[in-house]
């Protein structure tokens, strides 16, 4: 499966952004999914992700309650709502995923390196 994710840009601190992350070439159906970030000289960290079973999901304790993920499989599509934004959301963000069942415990799917198909990433600024 490919993904390309896309919504990124300039929003004012306050603000709300979503990011979008469309797939082909398969349906992402049953594919658990997640979203990381990369800011400048920082490694890359865990965002949220979202279950290919139940559509539970998990957040990173930076964005709870102002990010909310979920999917839309009929569209093979990831979303990324971002509320009140801060300077320090600022980063490339990146959409993963992978099919694979152990994925169901969200635990692991903090996990960069569990993912075997990633989206080229797009960028959020976000100014104080």
């Known amino acids: 499966v490919q993904l390309q994710a896309y919504g990124g840009g300039l929003v004012q601190a306050g603000g709300s952004l979503r990011l979008s992350c469309a797939a082909s070439g398969r349906t992402l159906s049953g594919y658990f999914m997640a979203w990381f970030r990369q800011a400048p000289g920082k490694e890359r960290e865990f965002v949220a992700t979202?279950?290919?079973?139940?559509?539970?999901?998990a957040y990173a304790d930076s964005v709870k309650g102002r990010f909310t993920i979920s999917r839309d499989n009929a569209k093979d599509t990831l979303y990324l709502q971002m509320n009140s934004l801060k300077p320090e959301d600022t980063a490339v963000y990146y959409c993963?995923?992978?099919?694979?069942?152990?994925?169901?415990?969200?635990?692991?799917?903090?996990?960069?390196?569990?993912?075997?198909?990633w989206g080229q990433g797009t960028q959020v600024t976000v100014s104080s």
């Open positions: 993963a995923a992978d099919p694979r069942e152990y994925l169901n415990d969200y635990r692991l799917r903090r996990l960069s390196h569990v993912y075997g198909h």
């Open positions: 979202i279950s290919g079973i139940d559509g539970s999901t």
